[in-house]
Nanobody
Framework: QVQLVESGGGLVQAGGSLRLSCAAS????????MGWYRQAPGKQRELVAT???????NYADSVKGRFTISRDNAKKTEYLQMNTLKPEDTAVYYC???????????????WGQGTQVTVSS
């Protein structure tokens, strides 16, 4: 069994900061690419940022320069530092990870339960 558990969401004023964490646990042989996605009410889930096991990152244009994704492989945890938050960043944020549970088996994609981020104007 593999679990991704997010924490760090909440309510913040525009211009403020939040840091999200996502810890992976369970039967994990290798923790590969990880990422953050978000879904606002009435909208489709969208990519926020991704990070490879080697640390290469990719960001949505809407968050470049404001958000930073990182990971601690020893702790099997990824982070999303969100600065200069805007009301349009309000959404449920989901962490995502591609995990191989044993040597020689395919990797699968796992999702966290989501954490609410609300930015007031």
């Amino acid at each position: 069994q593999v679990q991704l558990v997010e924490s760090g969401g909440g309510l913040v004023q525009a211009g403020g900061s939040l840091r999200l964490s996502c810890a992976a646990s369970g039967s994990i042989f290798s923790l590969n690419a990880m990422g953050w996605y978000r879904q606002a009410p009435g909208k489709q889930r969208e990519l926020v940022a991704t990070i490879t096991s080697g640390g290469s990152t990719n960001y949505a244009d809407s968050v470049k320069g404001r958000f930073t994704i990182s990971r601690d492989n020893a702790k099997k945890t990824e982070y999303l530092q969100m600065n200069t938050l805007k009301p349009e960043d309000t959404a449920v944020y989901y962490c995502n990870a591609r995990i191989r549970r044993a040597m020689g088996v395919s990797e699968y994609e796992y999702w966290g339960q989501g954490t609410q981020v609300t930015v007031s104007s």
